[in-house]
């Protein structure tokens, strides 16, 4: 081989080489899929879709309410149906959003036979009331001329074992911490159900996450 020849092909084997290194390490003008730090970014996102579309949560009413800061609804009387939280009465009421109903009477007694009206299903407990003093009450309520109202429906902890479903409109650093918050709560007193995620105003993390405009 001709010494021109040899230093052609010495020069085609290091062109390779190099080559095949440039393949192996990452490209300083890309991130490294493989570093911790990317990890952990792949783990955000996938943490944020998480809590972007509806998906089950809880089988659990009352974590509809310990989890407040969280979009809630289930499956109702046909349709599904987003929630609503309050307190009431000493205690705390679940209510879905108003739909098509029937089966009522605009008046005792009036006959003028039934009507469909907006309304929707109703769940309260822990109130004064003794409707709720064996379990979770549930109901019904509906529009009427004097306001909405509540009919009966199932006493003594029936017509709430069914799935609920939960999304967050927040961020996911403020989902995150409110969420860890109530979980806290809920494994201190499984039995209770409140708001907690409410009662932190003053609370170092939270000031943390206030935009840099409205500082």
């Keep these: 081989m001709s010494p021109m020849k040899s230093k052609a ?10 080559l095949d290194t440039d393949a192996q390490a990452p490209d300083k003008g890309r991130p490294d899929l ?3 730090g990317m990890v952990a970014v792949l783990k955000d996102g996938q943490q944020r879709e998480v809590w972007k579309e509806w998906r089950p949560c809880s089988r659990d009413i009352k974590d509809v309410v ?6 809630w609804a289930t499956f109702r009387n046909g349709g599904f149906r987003e929630l609503s939280t309050s307190t009431w009465n000493s205690g705390y009421r679940v209510t879905t959003d108003s739909h098509m109903t029937g089966d009522f009477r605009l008046e005792e007694n009036s006959g003028l ?14 109130t004064r009331s003794l409707s709720d003093n064996h379990g979770i009450e549930h109901g019904y309520w509906y529009d009427a001329a004097q306001g909405s109202i509540v009919s009966g429906g199932n006493t003594g902890g029936g017509g709430h074992e069914q799935w609920y479903y939960c999304k967050s409109s927040m961020s996911l650093e403020l989902t995150n911490y409110l969420t860890a918050i109530a979980r806290t709560e809920k494994q201190k007193n499984p039995s209770a159900a409140a708001c907690h995620a409410g009662h932190v105003p003053g609370d170092a993390e939270l000031e943390k996450m206030i935009p840099i405009e409205m500082q």
Aim: hydrophobic share 55%.
């Design 9 to 18: 092909l010495v020069l085609i084997l290091l062109m390779c080489v190099m």
């Design 34 to 36: 493989r570093s911790a």
């Design 66 to 71: 310990r989890y407040c800061h969280l979009d």
């Design 113 to 126: 036979g039934n009507h469909f009206v907006l309304g929707g299903s109703v769940w309260f407990w822990d």
